[in-house]
């Protein structure tokens, strides 16, 4: 008897609470935002499904069939894509991001997360930074790697061609630590620039060991892309193993024209180190040329005291014969017979070189067009101030294998960039991720709309432990993109670079509007990422 009457209580009772449960959520102001009608796209890589997304105090809340009346504000993205926002896990913000905390050139191509102290340089003081910027306010979200650059710099006294005293490793582990307990999600490291070009493996070793310990990645811009760039990656994947440390492989390509053709290679040593057990992720730009300083061209020898202690060097005429040969010899290694795959994307002391290459600066400045030539008017450039290079070194066929790759995430490898300014520089700061939804998804059909969208949001939230980001599920932070799959595209070229994309019509960033119909209206809603 008493079995009957507690089954007949919870059959009257479960559905008075369910009818309780929802009515406490069935009043008219629910939901800040309904996204209703949309192809969403969760980031899981699986086929998209139609549903409305209701969003609340920043957070999505519900997935499914939602009432729009339930909301003070409805999209009807009928006939749209609906992802998780972009995120960039390669990019170079600290500079610029400050004066220009919209973004818009990150947001306007579907960006809302971006990891940024890559290559080895980062903010020096990660918290009083990450402070500051919140005070401010921003529009994108942000986390931050340590830079060992940075590390070394602060840790060592005197010349940087030698290994750290004991003391000076002590005080880089403690450098590392701070950062790490301050926020930071890795140790990066840029193996091609001074000081981090004169660091041995061991050292490395230990310093990612902390990163790993507090649950960070080691994300390496390596010693060589181009004719050794197997070694380079070999070294990344014993600093991994040995530190027991996830490694994240920035900007992967093949960097020498004599070597186009061997990503097979470096995929297959990828695929071969995960086999044993080492989480390897890598990165890449959807193009197929690079940009970084005119100093990549120099022999790094010449570097050793800085920059202005290179430009006295290059007083002495014995000197400046020896690197104008290596310059002519390290473009020849890599199979180019003079420098007119370099351009110029900024030269402040002279902005009329901008958008040239040094063949076409060479013949302007000197009206001579031998490699000779060119490499002095290198020199010239780097002795007037330096310059912000694009280098046409890659090729697309070594681009499309990797962008293919399960493992491989996308990245701009950018900055924020200002659309007023004279530089010309790497399209990818303002087309990137437009460029793989319109030329790589639709036209080229290199990877289904699905596959792409997670090499964009899930992959990179899971290898930098973003864990409430990159999926569309209920309870995860509402950070959406909405997009038209047939007209998305990017619009930026080598020539003209600062043009946004087109398609893309909302970003909505911890639940805020950001971008509406493409324009960005001035919502700072960004947030910082820190690291666990």
């Given at each position: 008897m008493q079995r009957i009457i507690l089954l007949l209580f919870t059959l009257i009772t479960v559905p008075m609470l369910s009818s309780v449960?929802?009515?406490?959520?069935?009043?008219?102001?629910?939901?800040?935002?309904?996204?209703?009608?949309?192809?969403?796209?969760?980031?899981?890589?699986n086929p998209w499904f139609e549903a409305d997304i209701a969003i609340k105090d920043g957070r999505i809340v519900e997935i499914g069939k939602v009432e729009t009346t339930r909301a003070a504000r409805t999209i009807d993205a009928k006939g749209l894509i609906v992802t998780p926002g972009f995120i960039d896990v390669h990019t170079h913000i600290e500079s610029n991001i400050g004066r220009l905390p919209a973004a818009e050139n990150f947001l306007r191509m579907g960006v809302i997360s971006v990891v940024t102290g890559n290559c080895g340089g980062s903010a020096s003081n990660l918290g009083e930074w990450f402070a500051e910027l919140e005070k401010t306010g921003i529009s994108i979200n942000i986390a931050s790697l340590v830079g060992h650059n940075t590390v070394r710099r602060a840790g060592m006294n005197g010349d940087f061609d030698r290994p750290p005293t004991p003391e000076e490793l002590e005080k880089m582990l403690g450098l590392v630590d701070k950062a790490m307990r301050d926020g930071a999600v890795g140790l990066s490291t840029g193996l091609e620039y001074i000081p981090g070009t004169y660091a041995k493996t061991d050292e490395i070793v230990e310093l990612a060991k902390v990163a790993a310990r507090h649950g960070g990645v080691y994300a390496t811009h390596m010693r060589d892309e181009g004719e050794f760039v197997e070694k380079s990656i070999r070294e990344s994947i014993e600093i991994g193993e040995k530190a027991g440390c996830p490694v994240e492989i920035s900007h992967f390509k093949i960097s020498s024209k004599k070597r186009w053709g061997a990503s097979v290679s470096t995929i297959k040593m990828v695929e071969d180190a995960r086999a044993r057990g080492?989480?390897?992720?890598?990165?890449?730009?959807?193009?197929?040329?690079?940009?970084?300083g005119i100093g990549i061209l120099f022999p790094s020898w010449l570097f050793e005291g800085g920059s202005e202690k290179a430009k006295e060097k290059l007083q002495d005429a014995a000197t400046r014969e020896r690197v104008r040969r290596e310059l002519i010899d390290k473009a020849k290694a890599q199979g180019f017979r003079d420098f007119a795959f370099a351009f110029v994307a900024n030269h402040q002391t002279n902005q009329t070189f901008n958008g040239k290459n040094i063949a076409e600066v060479t013949k302007m400045v000197k009206n001579k067009s031998d490699a000779n030539s060119q490499a002095e008017q290198i020199i010239d450039i780097l002795q007037a101030g330096g310059a912000q290079m694009v280098l046409h070194k890659m090729s697309e066929g070594d681009v499309e294998r990797i962008f293919k790759q399960p493992f491989t995430m996308v990245a701009s490898d950018a900055g924020v960039i200002e659309p007023g300014s004279a530089s010309i520089p790497h399209p990818r700061g303002f087309g990137n991720n437009a460029r793989v939804l319109g030329i790589y998804v639709r036209e080229k059909k290199l990877l289904g709309l699905e596959e792409a969208v997670r090499k964009m949001t899930s992959l990179p939230a899971q290898t930098f432990n973003l864990w409430d980001r990159g999926l569309l599920r209920p309870g995860m932070a509402a950070d959406l993109v909405i997009f038209d799959e047939r007209t998305v595209i990017d619009r930026a070229t080598f020539q003209e670079p600062k043009q946004f994309p087109v398609g893309i019509d909302y970003v909505i960033v911890n639940g805020q509007v950001v971008i509406e119909r493409g324009m960005h209206n001035g919502i700072k809603s960004g947030k910082i990422l820190h690291g666990r």
């Open positions: 449960n929802h009515h406490e959520v069935s009043s008219a102001t629910d939901f800040d935002l309904i996204i209703s009608r949309g192809h969403v796209v969760d980031g899981t890589g080492l989480q390897v992720t890598v990165d890449q730009y959807l193009y197929p040329a690079g940009s970084t």
